[in-house]
């Protein structure tokens, strides 16, 4: 290894960097909108509309360790007859970045905020991602709030949308409360301190499943990703750390779903076009079958979400260990999400992997800037004010910003090579069991099955697809352009 070179944090910074510019990405805010931010001292205050006060209600964050831009709270509240109100709090981040201003043009121009190894390039500057727009601990906060009824059988019976002023009490983390609901672990500290908030997380808890399992009856996909992120002694990488979801990504996950639904039907029925998120028929549904095939489970020619969701089922019963490669090999064949643009009255194409017709991303204002044009669209709805983005500048900001987070992904995934290409230099030759997660006339790709780490396979891609388990060695790999080369030396189809 070369001992002149810099250390793996600096690099990959600097590689990230690169990464950013290249794709068209800014990494830096222009001059005009730190000028902005420095005239912001203080955390939004109410405008003249009536705010409700839910300060006391247990509101609580659960995100990861180390996030700080927090966008989101949750609460439940029991109801008569078995029913459970479900609160999702919404960071009211329109009230301090205003549609056209300088820092909404940056916004506008990343469309998300980038989380490479080495350094993230939030959407918007800190002082109001992680401060003054964040839901943070202890802090009272202006938010949008998404109220849903949910039935026994996890039905929305009803809904409502509001401003709100609410107060985080307990700032969780993903992992300490997913070991303490699934008796793993210590009930976590910020939840033995707030009184009743262990039974209101166990009741959310209880809900989510239920939302889950509704879901499910009506297609939605099993699917199970694992997530490597570098982890660092000081500034050099020593390893890969997997994060896997569990109970308590579980409960996010599907109340911001639901949420997310409410709040695109809340605009149709407003007469508000709205920009949704969708994800079309899997383009490779024939491979798909074969895979099922391949487990001796037979699947329709056509596309077929509950078809799908059984045979996931049954293969997550069958072989636990190995279901985060088949969920990989089905999110591969699908394809990618997008944005569209949908008129009041008409008919998006529905999200295939949620089962579920009406979909928007509005939850997340602090890092995407789809959440933030729904926002604003919901505001002006509640005020019944016009629409403040026209169906027509709706359709190209939904083309802009599905562009630009397959942009951000990209730049993600080469600085996340770049950082195992570090941990795998000293290992070229190498050989490893594998599994084929991408297959196109642009390449081959394949994932290891000891590392998380996926590359190019350049030699002995003939006759391979998706899904087929191969053993590779590794040839090369270039830790400034992030590639990781493999060829084939055995198995196949």
């Known amino acids: 290894m070369n001992t002149q070179r810099k250390p793996h944090r600096d690099l990959l910074r600097r590689i990230a960097r690169r990464a950013m510019l290249a794709r068209g990405l800014e990494p830096d805010f222009s001059a005009a909108a730190l000028a902005q931010l420095d005239k912001i001292s203080s955390a939004a205050s109410p405008d003249h509309e009536p705010v409700r006060d839910l300060l006391d209600f247990l509101w609580a964050s659960i995100d990861n360790d180390d996030s700080l831009d927090l966008d989101q709270l949750t609460v439940a509240q029991p109801q008569p007859g078995g029913l459970t109100k479900i609160l999702v709090a919404v960071a009211n981040v329109d009230a301090l970045v205003t549609q056209g201003s300088a820092l909404d043009q940056h916004a506008h121009h990343n469309t998300t905020s980038v989380y490479t190894a080495a350094e993230i390039f939030p959407m918007l500057p800190e002082k109001l991602s992680t401060d003054l727009t964040s839901l943070k601990m202890d802090a009272r906060r202006l938010s949008i709030v998404v109220e849903m009824r949910i039935a026994e059988d996890g039905s929305i019976q009803d809904s409502d949308i509001y401003p709100a002023r609410v107060r985080n009490h307990a700032k969780l983390a993903y992992n300490s409360v997913s070991a303490w609901l699934e008796g793993t672990g210590p009930v976590p500290e910020a939840v033995a301190t707030v009184p009743g908030l262990a039974e209101n997380l166990r009741l959310q808890d209880k809900v989510a499943q239920k939302l889950k399992d509704a879901r499910h009856v009506h297609g939605a996909l099993t699917l199970e990703t694992v997530e490597a992120r570098p982890r660092f002694d000081r500034d050099e990488i020593c390893d890969l750390e997997v994060e896997a979801q569990n109970r308590a990504t579980a409960i996010i996950e599907d109340f911001m779903i639901a949420a997310n639904g409410v709040t695109a039907r809340f605009l149709a029925t407003k007469g508000f076009p709205s920009i949704r998120r969708v994800v079309r028929t899997p383009k490779r549904w024939d491979r798909i079958v074969e895979i099922a095939a391949e487990h001796r489970f037979g699947l329709p020619p056509e596309p077929d979400s509950k078809a799908l969701e059984e045979f996931l089922v049954k293969e997550k019963a069958a072989d636990p260990v190995r279901f985060p490669d088949?969920?990989?090999?089905?999110?591969?064949?699908?394809?990618?999400?997008?944005?569209?643009?949908?008129?009041?009255?008409?008919?998006?194409?529905?999200?295939?992997g949620l089962a579920v017709q009406d979909y928007t991303h509005s939850t997340a204002p602090n890092r995407r800037y789809p959440d933030l044009i729904t926002q604003r669209l919901l505001k002006a709805a509640l005020r019944k004010a016009a629409a403040p983005y026209s169906y027509d500048e709706l359709e190209s900001l939904a083309v802009h910003c599905t562009d630009e987070e397959d942009a951000a992904k990209k730049v993600e995934r080469q600085v996340a090579k770049s950082a195992a290409a570090l941990l795998l230099e000293s290992r070229i030759g190498e050989k490893f069991e594998s599994i084929v997660t991408g297959a196109s006339p642009k390449g081959t790709w394949v994932r290891l099955l000891s590392i998380p780490v996926e590359g190019k396979l350049v030699q002995g891609f003939e006759g391979v697809d998706v899904g087929h388990r191969i053993r590779v060695e590794l040839v090369a790999v270039d830790v400034e352009q992030g590639y990781i080369d493999f060829k084939r030396t055995g198995a196949g189809p």
């Open 326 to 352: 088949l969920s990989l090999l089905v999110i591969k064949l699908m394809g990618p999400g997008e944005y569209v643009a949908e008129q009041p009255g008409e008919v998006a194409p529905g999200h295939f």
